[in-house]
Structures are given as C-alpha cells and as structure tokens.
C-alpha cells in the first residue's frame, strides 16, 4: 500500500461527491462520469514506476578508456571528467590517451573537493598549472 494510490482514492471519492451534487445526476450516471474522468489503470501498469534506473556511469567515449584505466579515476575524476565533456580543463584536448589524468585544486586548496573546485587535466598539463604559478 503507497500515498499515492490512497490519495488517488481520496480525490476520486470526493469528486464522487461533487459529480453528484452538481449534476443532479443518479448514482448510475455520477459513476459514468466518474469513470471517464478516472480511467482505469492496471495496477501492473503502475507498480515500476519508482524502480531506480540502473543507468551506467560511462557512457559514449569515456567507455573506450573507463573500462582499461576506471582503477585510475576515482569518483570525483570521472565526474569531472564528464561536466568536462571528457576534455582536459587545461588544453582543451580529449582525454584519450593512456596518460593519466589528474584532478586539479583551481584554487589550490587540497582539501576543497566541491565540483567548482575541481579541473580534470592531463598530468602534464598538471605539472604547467603549477610550473607557471610558481613562476608568477
Ligand atoms: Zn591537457
Ligand atoms: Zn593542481
């Protein structure tokens, strides 16, 4: 038993009511009415709606990679990887090659891992973040 086929009962009988009272009808024509406004719907039509998708987190060119090198990229890679479109954050290239990819700290903070926070790059491209911020 869930809310919602109880409340669906609670608004079927109350529009019951109101057929009645507004058409002067009999409780023979009421209940047509009432069955044209609510048709009926087999339980088994409804019971999979709340069924959770069993969606794969890869999809389309990450799968090439995800599936040799997923043991590299924890969650919050991967993630960014995909708000990325799967293209470095530095140099705006794909990432499909074997080289790892890393998770950079925009503001350098280690210990932010917020999704604003957080730039997928190639290593190398990791290591000219930094290079360049030292240099400044
Ligand atoms: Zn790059
Ligand atoms: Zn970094």
Redesign the pocket.
């Known amino acids: 038993m869930d809310g919602s086929r109880f409340s669906l009962y609670h608004i079927q009988h109350r529009t019951f009511k109101v057929f009645n009272k507004e058409t002067r009808n009999d409780r023979n024509s009421s209940k047509k009415l009432l069955n044209k406004a609510f048709p009926t719907i087999p339980y088994s039509e409804n019971k999979h709606v709340n069924v959770k998708g069993h969606k794969s987190p890869f999809d389309g060119d990450i799968t090439y990679w995800s599936e040799r090198n997923s043991k590299l990229y924890d969650g919050d890679t991967s993630k960014a990887l995909k708000r990325q479109n799967h293209t ?6 794909k ?1 499909f090659s074997e080289e790892r990819v890393h998770l950079h700290h925009i503001d350098g903070n280690h210990n932010n891992w917020k999704a604003k926070n957080l730039l997928a ?2 290593e ?2 990791h290591d000219y973040i930094h290079m360049s911020k030292t240099a400044r």
Do not use: P
Not at 88 to 93: A, I, S
């Open positions: 470095c954050g530095y140099c705006g290239l990432m790059v190639h190398s491209c």
